[in-house]
């Protein structure tokens, strides 16, 4: 049983389309995030969520909207794409002592969107 | 602030070798340390994690590190290499609760090549 899944695993699309990719954990966590992975491995925090409250917001365009339904879910919109937005984007969750993060992260398996 | 620093991009080593990564941290807090992996089109997966308890670390498949807080550094070591260890590593630092919301800061990777 996948702790944290994300779906799609890929999308191909072109550019100004719009897209979401859908993030689900079933470990009972209270906070969950959003990660991009470049191409040379970088992995950049863009949102993360406590319990549906967004506690972090990176300096993220506002082409990208996270929302998060419930504490076990948080998706990502992502309006007129370009081509700098091809990357992977990982989904994880963590469960936090207090407000402080444990650094105790689980990831999903990753959505590598290709932007054409 | 804190920050992490992986000495080396890419480590290659022959397999049944040792192997060393490095990886040195500044914060203003006392941190919680941790080591990543990620395998292929994978997710990233804790090797091993430090929270103040004991230095040396010990992780999963023979991995262990040592938290040496007069150097600021927590390399990632291994006795003897396996071919299935070939990954990227990631180095992670996480301040203990502050009581206020502190992020999770990501070293840049180490590309690990395992020769036959």
């Known amino acids: 049983d996948t702790a944290v899944s994300q779906t799609p695993k890929y999308l191909v699309t072109q550019m100004g389309n719009d897209k979401s990719i859908k993030c689900e954990q079933n470990?009972?966590?209270?906070?969950m995030y959003w990660y991009k992975q470049d191409s040379k491995k970088f992995l950049k925090i863009m949102f993360s969520?406590?319990?549906?409250?967004?506690?972090i917001n990176e300096t993220v365009p506002n082409r990208f909207s996270p929302k998060s339904p419930d504490k076990a879910h948080l998706n990502l919109h992502i309006n007129s794409l370009e081509l700098g937005d091809s990357a992977v984007y990982f989904c994880?969750?963590?469960?936090?002592?207090?407000?402080?993060?444990?650094?105790?992260?689980?990831f999903g398996e990753g959505s590598r969107l290709t932007v054409l | 602030a804190q920050s992490v620093t992986q000495l080396d991009s890419h480590v290659s080593v022959s397999e049944g070798t040792p192997v060393l990564l490095r990886c040195n941290y500044s914060?203003?807090?006392?941190?919680?340390l941790f080591w990543y992996v990620q395998h292929p089109n994978k997710g990233l997966q804790l090797l091993l994690k430090?929270?103040?308890?004991?230095?040396l670390v010990k992780g999963i498949n023979g991995f262990e590190a040592e938290f040496k807080k007069s150097e600021t550094s927590f390399h990632l070591t291994k006795p003897s290499a396996h071919m299935s260890d070939a990954a990227e590593y990631f180095c992670?630092?996480?301040?203990?609760?502050?009581?206020?919301?502190?992020?999770?800061?990501f070293g840049t990777g180490t590309k690990l090549q395992v020769i036959p």
């Open positions: 470990l009972g966590h209270d906070t």
């Open positions: 969520y406590n319990n549906k409250e967004l506690i």
């Open positions: 430090y929270t103040s308890a004991a230095t």
């Open positions: 994880a969750s963590s469960q936090e002592q207090g407000r402080g993060p444990t650094g105790e992260l689980f």
């Open positions: 914060s203003s807090y006392s941190p919680s």
């Open positions: 992670v630092v996480s301040p203990q609760w502050t009581g206020g919301y502190q992020k999770v800061t």
